[in-house]
C-alpha cells in the first residue's frame, strides 16, 4: 500500500515587502517595492504510513506550521510535490476536503454566538454524514471528551479548554482518515492537556487515522508519538523514532550521584556538569554514551557516592541541541 | 445540498438575531438618504406642480417603492466576508468542501436582509401613513413579475460585490473601491433621482449598466409603467448580466484564492 502523505522536494518561499523606517522609504516603497526571499520550507521529503502519529518538532518560523498548510491545502507550495491520501492538497478537492480536517490553534471551526450544537448539525450537512453515523460518532466524541454540557452554551460563553474540546470534535464529526493539527493543546492547563491527548491517543487507535500535528509541549509529543520529524530553518533535521532521536542527535547520557558534601568535588574532570533544578539535591554530569561504563566504575570508585542514576536527558534538552547543530 | 443550506439558514438566522439592536441602527442608517430624496423631491414637485412632468404623487410612489426594492436587491457580502480575507479567517473556511461565498455568506446575507425586512415593514406603514401615496396604477401582475426581477436583481448585485470583495486577496483599499461602486449604483440606478429626471447622457449609460436591475427596472415593474416589450427586455438584461457577473466573480475569486495561498494563507 502506498504511504497516506507522502512529500517529495516541498518547498516554500514567501515574498515578504521590506522597506526602512521614515517617510522616505515610506514613499519610495510605494512606486517600487522591495521584496525580500523568506525561504519557509525548503526541499523537504518524508512520507508517513496510514495510522501514524508523527510530531512535527521545531522553533517558531521553523516552517511547521506553513508545511501543514501546505499538506491541507490551504498553501501553494513553491517548489515540489505532496500527495495525501492519493490527492494534491492545493487543488482543494471537495473529496480531499470531506476526508481530512486541519485544526488550527484558536482559528474557530465554529460559529461565536451560537450553541456549539447548531455548528456540529452544520458540519454534518457540510460533509454529508448520514444521521445514524452523525450519531454514532457523536456518542464516541461524546464519550472521550465530554462534550454534552457543552453543547447547549453560546461558543463564546464557554472556556478556552472547552472550547478547544468543541473545535477539535467539530473537525473529527466527519471521521476524517488525516488529522492535521496545529498545537491542539495551545492555552491549555494541564489536565487540559492530558485530555486532549488521551482523546487523540484513543482516536488514533479506534479508527486508524494518520495524525500530524505540531506542538510547542513535548509532552504532546513523548506521550503520542513515536515518530518526530524536526524541522528547523525550513530543513528537515532529523526524521525517526523518538527513542533514537537521542542516540543520533546527542549520543548522551546522564549521571547522576548522591553524594556526601556534594560542593567539595570537581566533577568537571569525569564530565561536563549540567543543572537540574528539579532535583537539587543531587549532581548531574553529562557525558558520552559510550563512555558511561568507564566514568561510572570511576566515579564509584574516586567518590563517596550514595545513590547513582543513569538515565537518557530530557527530550527538550536534546531537541534543543538538534536546533543548535 | 438543500440540507446543507438549510442548516447554514438555521445557523446564520440565529446568528443574525444576535444582533438586533445593530441591526437596527443599521435599518435606521440605510432609510435616512432615501426617505431624504423622498421629502425633498416632494416638497419641490408640490412647490412646483411637477418636476418635468413627474407629481409629487410620482415621486412619493416611486421613493415608496423604492424602499422595498433596495432592501431586496441591495447586499452586505463586503462587510460580512471582507475582513475574513484580510485577517485570514478565511483560512477555516477554505478547508471545508463548501464554497464559502455562495454558501455561507450568502445565506448570512439573505438572513440579514430577511431580517431587515421584518424591521422595516412597520416603518414602512408608518411612511405610507404619513405620505398618503396614491397607488392605483399597481397592478397584481406587476408585483407579481417584481418579485422575480428583484430575486435576479439580487443575485447580480450579489456577484458584482462579491467579486469587489475578492479584490481584498488583493489589496486592503477594498472597501474604498466598494464606496466607489456604491457611488456607482446611486447614480445609475435610480436611486438618487429617477432615472428620466437623469440628463440623458446618463440615461444612456445606464442602459448599459447593471444597476437599473437593482431599483428602477423593479420599481417601474412595480408601479405599472412599463410596456411588455420592456418587461422583457429587462429580464433578458437580468439574466445576462447574472452571467456576466458569475463569471467576473468566478474569475476574480479562483485568482484571488491561489494568491492567498501564496502568499500565506
Known amino acids: ?325 | 445540498m438543500y440540507l446543507i443550506f438549510q442548516r447554514l439558514w438555521q445557523v446564520n438566522w440565529a446568528e443574525q438575531w444576535q444582533y438586533r439592536a445593530n441591526m437596527l441602527m443599521y435599518l435606521l442608517y440605510w432609510l435616512v438618504s432615501p426617505i431624504m430624496y423622498l421629502a425633498v423631491w416632494t416638497s419641490i414637485a408640490n412647490a412646483n406642480g411637477s418636476v418635468n412632468g413627474f407629481t409629487a404623487n410620482d415621486f412619493i410612489t416611486y421613493y415608496m417603492t423604492l424602499l422595498i426594492c433596495d432592501q431586496v436587491t441591495s447586499n452586505i457580502v463586503i462587510h460580512i466576508f471582507g475582513y475574513k480575507i484580510q485577517d485570514g479567517t478565511l483560512s477555516g473556511e477554505l478547508v471545508k468542501p463548501i464554497h464559502p461565498m455562495l454558501t455561507n455568506a450568502l445565506i448570512n446575507n439573505i438572513a440579514f436582509k430577511v431580517l431587515m425586512i421584518l424591521g422595516f415593514l412597520p416603518i414602512w406603514v408608518i411612511l405610507f401613513f404619513l405620505f398618503k401615496p396614491d397607488f392605483s396604477s399597481v397592478a397584481l401582475s406587476g408585483v407579481l413579475l417584481s418579485i422575480p426581477a428583484m430575486i435576479l436583481g439580487f443575485f447580480v448585485s450579489y456577484m458584482i460585490s462579491a467579486a469587489i470583495t475578492a479584490l481584498a486577496f488583493w489589496t486592503t483599499r477594498v472597501y474604498s473601491i466598494h464606496e466607489f461602486y456604491f457611488a456607482l449604483i446611486l447614480l445609475f440606478s435610480g436611486q438618487f433621482v429617477p432615472l428620466p429626471l437623469m440628463p440623458k447622457l446618463v440615461q444612456d449609460i445606464a442602459q448599459y449598466l447593471p444597476f437599473q436591475l437593482f431599483m428602477y427596472y423593479p420599481i417601474q415593474l412595480i408601479l405599472g409603467k412599463l410596456s411588455t416589450e420592456q418587461i422583457i427586455q429587462g429580464f433578458v438584461s437580468g439574466v445576462i448580466w447574472l452571467g456576466i457577473s458569475t463569471v467576473l466573480f468566478n474569475w476574480v475569486w479562483k485568482n484571488g484564492v491561489k494568491r492567498y495561498s501564496a502568499v500565506g494563507a
Open chain 1, 1 to 325: 500500500m502506498s504511504p497516506t502523505i507522502t512529500v517529495q522536494q516541498l518547498s516554500k518561499t514567501y515574498q515578504v515587502p521590506e522597506r526602512e523606517g521614515g517617510f522616505g522609504a515610506a514613499v519610495r516603497s510605494f512606486f517600487k517595492r522591495k521584496y525580500k526571499d523568506v525561504k519557509a520550507v525548503q526541499q523537504v521529503d518524508f512520507k508517513i504510513e496510514q495510522g501514524e502519529v508523527v510530531g512535527f518538532l521545531g522553533p517558531n518560523g521553523a516552517g511547521k506550521t506553513t508545511t501543514l498548510k501546505m499538506l491541507s491545502g490551504l498553501l501553494h507550495p513553491t517548489g515540489g510535490k505532496a500527495e495525501v491520501l492519493g490527492f494534491t492538497p492545493w487543488e482543494l478537492r471537495p473529496d480531499y476536503l470531506r476526508s481530512m480536517t486541519l485544526v488550527m490553534g484558536q482559528r474557530n471551526r465554529l460559529s461565536w454566538d451560537i450553541p456549539a450544537a447548531d455548528s456540529f448539525l452544520l458540519n454534518q450537512a457540510i460533509y454529508r454524514i448520514p444521521d445514524d453515523e452523525y450519531k454514532k460518532t457523536y456518542k464516541e466524541l461524546d464519550e472521550l471528551l465530554e462534550l454534552e454540557p457543552l453543547m447547549k452554551k453560546p461558543v463564546r460563553n464557554l472556556s478556552l479548554g472547552e472550547r478547544m474540546k468543541c473545535e477539535i470534535a467539530a473537525g473529527l464529526l466527519h471521521r476524517p482518515k488525516v488529522l492535521f493539527l496545529d498545537e491542539p493543546t495551545i492555552g491549555l492547563d494541564i489536565t487540559g492537556q492530558v485530555r486532549i491527548r488521551e482523546f487523540l491517543r484513543e482516536y488514533n487507535k479506534r479508527t486508524g487515522a494518520t495524525i500530524l500535528l505540531t506542538s510547542h509541549y513535548m509532552a504532546d509529543v513523548t506521550a503520542l508519538c513515536e515518530r518526530i520529524i524536526i524541522i528547523h530553518h525550513g530543513n528537515l533535521k532529523y526524521d525517526g523514532g523518538i527513542s533514537d532521536l537521542s542516540k543520533k542527535i546527542a549520543p548522551f547520557k546522564l549521571i547522576g550521584m548522591m553524594l556526601t558534601e556534594p560542593d567539595s568535588h570537581d566533577l568537571s574532570k569525569y564530565g561536563e556538569p549540567v543543572q537540574n533544578e528539579e532535583d537539587a539535591a543531587k549532581k548531574y554530569i553529562q557525558v558520552k554514551a559510550e563512555d558511561v561504563t568507564r566514568v561510572t566504575s570511576k566515579l564509584l570508585a574516586d567518590l563517596p557516592i550514595h545513590d547513582i542514576t543513569i538515565t537518557d536527558p530530557p527530550i527538550e534538552d536534546v531537541i534543543e541541541q538538534a536546533f543548535n547543530q
